[in-house]
């Protein structure tokens, strides 16, 4: 199963556009990459997800790299409630049940 | 309604208790799971309910027994649990499409504490 690498954590400036990272370089051709946040102390909200083209809705936008190896979301106005840990995950394919997830990047936001 | 709701919010317990945790959803999902979550920690599936039938069970002690009484509802049974299961436990659900984009819906948890 593909696995997902994320930074620990990063910092951004409220009201600038927020690129988290994720690397899933053994992803299967057939795998979707998800992302999910976490606010503190509450369950995991999803986002967005994409499988090879790049996926824009109202929270945010992915943008997947050509090799499918990395990905970006992109928060593009981040506000203080937008701090929360990020997972990128790898959904198992055709398994419609189990997200792979990552260790996450806990995502803070400044005034 | 897009809402997973669970009971209790919070519950403390000892280890030769018996309790049970609560999950429901009105989406018409087909798929319901339960996760625990250990603090600073991503989610771990414990069990995947699909059209009420138990499909997977990713080798969850005994003392964690889940029951899918109809398509809306979810319980996790607990008993003679130890310390070490103190942790969030969350509940989720999803549209069965087969074909690997549905996503999860989760609810806020359940915080367990064993003493």
């Known amino acids: 199963d593909a696995k997902t690498t994320q930074p620990p954590s990063m910092d951004c400036a409220e009201g600038r556009a927020a690129n988290l990272p994720c690397n899933h370089s053994?992803?299967?051709?057939?795998?979707?990459v998800y992302w999910y946040r976490q606010i503190h102390s509450q369950g995991p909200q999803y986002i967005i997800h994409g499988l090879k083209n790049n996926e824009t809705n109202e929270m945010a936008s992915l943008i997947i790299t050509e090799d499918r190896k990395s990905s970006t979301l992109i928060l593009p106005h981040a506000t203080l409630r937008d701090t929360a840990v990020y997972y990128c995950i790898v959904r198992v394919v055709p398994s419609n049940y189990q997200l792979i997830w990552g260790a996450g990047t806990k995502l803070i936001i400044k005034p | 309604d897009t809402e997973v709701t669970q009971t209790p919010k919070h519950l403390v317990m000892g280890m030769t208790n018996k309790k049970s945790l609560k999950c429901e959803q009105h989406?018409?999902?087909?798929?319901m799971y339960w996760y625990k979550q250990k603090a600073k920690k991503p989610p771990e599936l414990m069990f995947v309910?699909?059209?009420?039938?138990?499909?997977i069970n990713e080798s969850v002690p005994s003392r964690f027994s889940p029951e899918c009484p109809n398509s809306s509802l979810l319980n996790l049974h607990l008993h003679a649990l130890q310390p070490e299961d103190s942790a969030l436990y969350l509940c989720a659900s999803s549209q069965d499409s087969g074909q690997g984009k549905s996503e999860q819906f989760f609810g806020p948890g359940t915080r367990l504490t064993v003493l």
């Open positions: 989406m018409g999902h087909r798929a």
């Open positions: 309910y699909s059209y009420e039938k138990l499909s």
């Open positions: 053994t992803i299967s051709g057939n795998e979707y």
